[in-house]
């Protein structure tokens, strides 16, 4: 135990920023999978059990024969277009396991893997297209909803990278741009409405990103947009922290209301109490060897019907907390990105992103236009090191997208 103790598992350690790189690439490759599963007439409930098995698998090539624990960081989910939180239905909820994806629906993907208690999460947003995949330019309310949304969450990006860390000049204004005060987060919620509003979208109510720690994916620290009653955010981005980074945005109102679905995602708390039932101890052993503190739905039990009995005491010992299905209040589409990021001394390393939307389909005549808006677009979210040139030079395309209209040799530029 002392030994243990002393392993540095700060992103310091490059063995830790492996493990996190190692998990954000299998988290890539099944979404890009599971991704393409999502056409219309699917399941929504098979596209989730594949997708877990998937994961399985990609994490099961991984640190062979070594003494770590490894797997899903986050089950495989997709949720309807009105759904803010993460949906994983079961198949012994008849209705729910019935779920189908409509043609045009707005549709959230989110799955994460974990390695040695390093999580990554990512989380998309797609427009569900028919059997026969057709690649279509998307237009009216939903083009907006994408578009806010991916211009939001670029926004929020630059908006965590720490005062000075990216600043150029001499060591004076550098050290001036350092001691500045952080940007609060209610400014951070603003400037984020502003963007939104340029589409006449809301970003969607208690929006929460939290600072990551090994086998914990709600640490300390925490940025709540659009906060609700009693709802406030603590902390700020620093250096050597890794954050699970969410953008949530609404074409309706933004306000959200509790589903009578019932709750399937679940994660265990660090709260220890002595159940009662055994069945319960049973389910919260079963909870702790597999998945340890990281989320789980309750179909990746051994025995679903079982796991639906036993989990009732956990959650009410506070034991295991169980995440209510979400939605938006007015029944209006809902998109939602996810991103695990470190920051590091060079900026901002994205670990897991979503992919970056091909922006020359998303057809609109709306655009962002506020000044102020378009310059923190304008600036890179990490040091240039010479190999990145082309990556570079894709950020600062960003603002330029913001307010042109696009045309043919923009297409080509892109």
């Known amino acids: 135990m002392a030994e243990e103790a002393q392993v540095d598992y700060s992103l310091a350690n490059s063995d830790t920023l492996t493990k996190y790189k190692t998990a954000a690439r299998i988290a890539h490759q099944v979404l890009e999978t599971v991704t393409g599963w999502c056409i219309e007439g699917e399941k929504i409930l098979t596209i989730c059990e594949r997708g877990d098995k998937l994961l399985d698998e990609e994490v099961g090539k991984v ?47 989110q799955l994460g893997a974990q390695i040695d208690g390093f999580g990554t999460i990512v989380g998309d947003t797609i427009i569900v297209p028919s059997q026969e995949n057709e690649d279509n330019d998307i237009s009216g309310r939903e083009a907006d909803l994408l578009l806010a949304t991916y211009y939001a969450n670029e926004l929020l990006l630059r908006l965590m990278i720490p005062n000075g860390l990216l600043s150029m000049g001499s060591e004076e204004e550098k050290k001036k741009a350092t001691a500045e005060k952080p940007i609060s987060q209610s400014k951070i919620t603003q400037l984020l409405d502003k963007v939104v509003k340029s589409y006449e979208c809301n970003l969607v109510e208690n929006t929460t990103s939290w600072v990551f720690d090994r086998n914990e994916i709600e640490g300390k620290k925490k940025i709540v947009l659009a906060p609700g009653e009693g709802q406030k955010g603590e902390g700020v981005p620093e250096v050597g922290e890794a954050w699970g980074v969410e953008m949530g945005v609404s074409l309706g109102s933004g306000k959200v209301k509790t589903l009578e679905n019932r709750p399937t995602l679940h994660r265990r708390t660090t709260t220890t109490y002595g159940l009662k039932r055994p069945s319960s101890r049973q389910i919260l052993s079963e909870i702790v060897k597999k998945f340890g503190t990281f989320p789980f739905s309750l179909r990746q039990l051994d025995d679903e019907r079982a796991a639906k009995v036993g989990v009732v005491e956990c959650v009410r010992s506070n034991v295991v907390r169980q995440y209510e299905v979400i939605a938006d209040k007015d029944g209006a589409p809902v998109s939602r990105l996810f991103t695990t990021l470190a920051i590091t001394k060079n900026g901002l390393m994205l670990l897991s992103a979503p992919p970056s939307p091909d922006l020359s389909k998303l057809k609109t005549d709306k655009r962002i236009t506020d000044p102020e808006i378009l310059k923190i677009l304008e600036r890179p979210i990490s040091k240039s090191t010479g190999t990145k040139s082309k990556s570079k030079k894709k950020k600062k395309k960003v603002a330029k997208k913001a307010v042109e209209e696009e045309s043919e040799e923009t297409s080509e530029d892109e």
């Open 63 to 109: 640190y062979k024969g070594k003494k770590i624990s490894k797997g899903v960081g986050h089950p495989t989910t997709v949720s309807p277009s009105s759904f803010v939180t993460p949906y994983t239905p079961l198949a012994s909820d008849p209705a729910d396991a019935a779920t189908v994806l409509k043609r045009g629906e707005v549709v959230k993907i």
